[in-house]
């Protein structure tokens, strides 16, 4: 049995370890699919999927004075770094005003990529009259301690400062300092995020409540920890998006691997496929080939969105018979369908991203996501194995994953019975279409924290920017989550000329 690579590229497709043994029909290794709100850079191809750039000119860019540790009182936790955050005061009513502050929570990226996308504060800023922050999450971008990455990634001593509390309790510094600033000491304060940046909103509420009056947590897989979720949830949400958008499609890929495994085992085998998938330099095991499908069936269900749904663009390719009737030629159609005309399309050159390198230290430190391959895929079986992956993180950084720390520090067991009564003011969106949703709050746990839900959803479609081709249900979906916060908001208010 491989092991899982939980900790190999989440931010291009795919960036893959290089193996020391290569053999024809090694089973492929298996990237992650990253927690991102836009999905993977293929689409900025599109130029109908960024559209925030004109909000730039309304930011202004300031640094703060950060701790390093929030949590330890020994010298060196006193050091400091400068992390970056985002004012957007266009429509802000004001300090006097009481009138709303709405802050995005930055992930595990630079918060330069989600600017140009993630809509909703923008789109709903003259509506509530509010001021839009925008925090970027240390260690990413240029909110990078010890004055280097290259210092900052050295190992894992200096690397044990990354971690999602300390990163929530950098953004309540930071949140507190602004409303000090601006002299905005009753103005409310909603967070919002999407994916991790979702599950560290709602995180966020219920570690520091006394300072956000509520969580808009879009596509957080909150549940997807120390196997609260069945490990297959996701990539069974995958071959049921192939499934119901081309049932040959669907059977094909299911029948592609054993195909790419048996033309693999001749002796010219490998050549064979390298031409077949007009790979950007020739295949030396057959795991980069199915490690590339893999990802690009994932991010093409995971970011199944309108007007493209690229699920029904690659089942498209693979029933068009564009590239030949073969099975393997079906396949490749897909390929390009999703990418595309182009020179090459497997293993293209790339660059480790900040994002592929952090990332993977969060997944073996403490984000420990089991994501395994069940029957009932499109996939060949294979659960998740986590021995194999603390031997793997091991290697890497010397470190043992912390299986359980997420439901320990914040929770996820018995989350209506505990949440019922001990939260309030969170909205757990999610997109059924998205894998991810399978590790969602997809139900009421009470009256303030509730889950928001669409049939044909996507991965945080609902926080990026609106359009004029958005379906009906998308709008309804916003329009919901505006009407909720709203109530939060005046009921603060309320409370608020009462005290």
Known sequence: ??????????????????????????????????????????????????????????????????????????????????QRYLINSKNWGGANARAPIL??????????????????????????????????????????????????????????????????????????????????KDSPVIVIGGSYGGMLASWFRLKYPHIALGALASSAPVLYF???????????????????????????IRKSWEEIDEVASKPDGLSILSKKFKTCNPLTDASELKNHLDSTYASAAQYNKPPTYPVNKVCGGIDGGGFGDDLLGRVFGGLVAYKGNRSCYVNEPTNQSETSVGWRWQTCSEMVIPIGYGNDSMFPPDPFDLKAYIEDCKSLYNVTPRFHWVTTYYGGHNIRLILQRFASNIIFSNGLRDPYSSGGVLENISDTVVAVKTVNGSHCLDILFAKETDPEWLVAQRKTEIKIIKEWINKYYADLSRF
């Open 103 to 184: 802050v995005y929570l930055g992930a595990e990226a630079p918060i330069d990529e989600d600017l140009d996308a993630v809509g909703f504060l923008v789109d709903t800023a003259v509506e509530f009259s509010s001021l839009l922050v925008y925090l970027e999450h240390r260690y990413y971008g240029k909110s990078i301690p010890f004055g280097s990455r290259e210092e900052a990634l050295k190992n894992a001593s200096t690397l044990g400062y990354f971690n999602s509390a300390q990163a929530i309790a950098d953004y309540a510094a930071i949140i507190i300092h602004i409303k000090k600033t601006l002299q905005a």
């Open 1 to 82: 049995m491989h092991r899982a690579m939980v900790f190999q590229s989440l931010f291009l497709l795919p960036l893959l370890f290089s193996l020391t043994t290569a053999t024809a029909t090694a089973k492929r290794l298996r990237t992650i699919p990253r927690l991102s709100p836009i999905g993977p850079r293929v689409w900025l191809d599109h130029p109908d999927q960024i559209l925030g750039e004109s909000v730039r000119e309304d930011l202004e860019t300031f640094f703060y004075n950060q701790t390093l540790d929030h949590f330890n009182y020994r010298p060196e936790s006193y050091d400091t770094f400068l």
């Open 226 to 252: 120390d196997d609260i979720t069945p490990q297959y949830g996701y990539y069974a949400l995958v071959s049921k998006d192939f499934r119901g958008a081309s049932e040959t499609c669907y059977q094909t």
